[in-house]
């Protein structure tokens, strides 16, 4: 009886001290997750091509930097943004998989898009050959009587008195500079219904001179806080909208007008070269460069443009309309090149001419000329740096090379070979010094 009460105390002590190593174990048991990542590399550092140079791109799946196994990646491979000459999907060993591809026979640029399933979850990567990019030439055409409606409509400007509005903006203001919400008149859209430009105006503190910059900005409708940081560093600077609207509201405001009013505002009026959305714009443009030289501690000889996307649109539009601009800052621009998709290539942003059905009447196509950024590239008489990727999916670089290529100025690009549409910090930096050595060396 001892014996067997014994054995079952042994017993339930052994039970007792299994489950607890059980339960223990499972405490300190491991799981791991991390980022994946899809990596696509042309075989050429460069990422450039002769035109028909085969090109190679090495497909990796990773997660925190090993071969994830069993992985596999399906890939779409052809000229950017348009039809892809090849599909198909294939395993990833651990050194990854090569996809080879014959080349172009046609300057442009060759895009492979790779995407993976891990864990149920899709991941992307992509890389982008450049086929003879310094060869791509414009589709879109030139018109006879191009700088005569833009001499045009300048006049009108000059008739429009600025009327300039400063609000003090205390909470945007440093120790080292004063910032103001500025309102000035623009042209009339109506008759008697004069526009406005909004802006925040941004000075250094001291005497003077300074240099001046006119930031202008992506597409998007929002507020802005001003370019605080450079006139800090000695430049009086402005940074405008575009939509006619003050730019120191309360984000709610932005984003009704955004899905409303404000919804597509790229193509609105595009039917009519005088009624097409971007000629307030771009007059707008004008009259912000009018209130930079009428500021009192301008040096009156050294202002520059600079901006991104849109923004790059508006800096060559504003260069090539206007004399007193004497440096160009300029990254990844949109509406260049948009009739690329008639030529059966990729075109600029907004891509209206890409949907068959939607914008490729005639007239659109005749008023886009007067408005294309590659017309005023060829106008452009200033230094300029110059910058963007080649894994840009929304300005493709086929666009932005076809508005590089007929810039006689001099220039200078700036490529971040993987970047896409939003910019890296490196960018951004090498941009705003180059601007800063320049504007104070004139």
């Known amino acids: 009886m001892i014996a067997t009460r014994r054995s079952t105390l042994r017993l339930a002590t052994a039970l007792a001290f299994g489950a607890f190593a059980t339960h223990a174990g499972n405490a300190s048991a491991q799981e791991y997750t991390g980022t994946v990542r899809v990596t696509v590399v042309p075989d050429r550092a460069d990422w450039t091509y002769a ?31 348009t039809k892809p000459v090849e599909e198909k999907t294939v395993p990833v060993p651990a050194d990854g998989v090569v996809v080879k591809a014959k080349g172009m026979d046609q300057p442009g640029f060759l895009r492979l898009v790779a995407t993976a399933k891990v864990d149920g979850q899709e991941y992307r990567g992509l890389a982008t050959a450049g086929y003879a990019p310094g060869q791509i030439k414009p589709t879109v055409p030139e018109p006879a009587d191009f700088d005569a409606f833009w001499d045009a409509n300048k ?22 500079a004063d910032c103001w919400h500025v309102s000035l008149q623009n042209i009339a859209i109506e008759p008697g219904h004069l526009t406005h430009v909004y802006g925040v105006l941004c000075e250094p503190m001291g005497d003077g001179p300074f ?24 430049i009086i600077t402005l940074q405008i909208g575009i939509n006619g609207i ?6 709610p405001v932005y984003d009704d007008l955004r ?12 039917d009519d070269r005088d009624d097409y959305y971007y000629r307030r714009v771009y007059l707008g ?4 460069v009018d209130f930079l030289v009428s500021r009192p501690r301008y040096d009156g000889r050294s202002l520059g443009v600079a901006g991104g996307s849109q923004g790059g649109a508006l800096t060559l539009v504003t260069a090539g309309l206007d004399p007193r601009v004497k440096v160009v800052g300029v990254s990844y621009p949109a509406l260049v090149d948009t009739t690329g998709y008639l030529h059966g290539r990729a075109g600029g942003w907004p891509h209206m001419f890409q949907d068959e059905k939607r914008h490729r009447s005639q007239a659109k196509i005749d008023t886009i000329a007067y408005y294309d950024v590659v017309n005023f590239a060829r106008r452009v008489r200033v230094p300029g740096l110059y910058a963007w990727g080649f894994n840009d999916e929304t300005t493709p670089p086929t666009s932005m090379y076809a508005a590089y290529n007929v810039i006689t100025a001099q220039k200078s690009l700036l490529l971040a070979l993987e970047m896409g549409h939003p910019p890296v910090p490196e960018v951004t930096t090498r941009i705003n010094d180059w601007l800063e050595a320049r504007l104070k060396s004139r």
């Open 246 to 251: 003050p730019v120191n509201l309360e984000g």
């Open 51 to 81: 035109l028909g140079q085969p090109a190679s791109f090495r497909v990796t799946v990773t997660r925190d930097g090993h071969p994830v196994k069993g992985a596999s990646v399906a890939y779409t491979l052809g000229p950017e943004r």
């Open 285 to 288: 443009c004008l009259r912000a």
């Open 211 to 234: 240099p001046a910059l006119l930031s202008v900005p992506g597409a998007g409708v929002r507020a802005y806080r001003g370019q605080v940081e450079m006139a800090e560093r000695g």
């Open 155 to 176: 006049k009108t400007l000059a008739e429009v008195a600025m009327d300039a509005k400063l609000t003090p903006m205390p909470a945007s203001s440093t120790a080292k």
């Open 259 to 270: 899905w409303g009013a404000l919804s597509g505002y790229r193509v609105h009026g595009l």
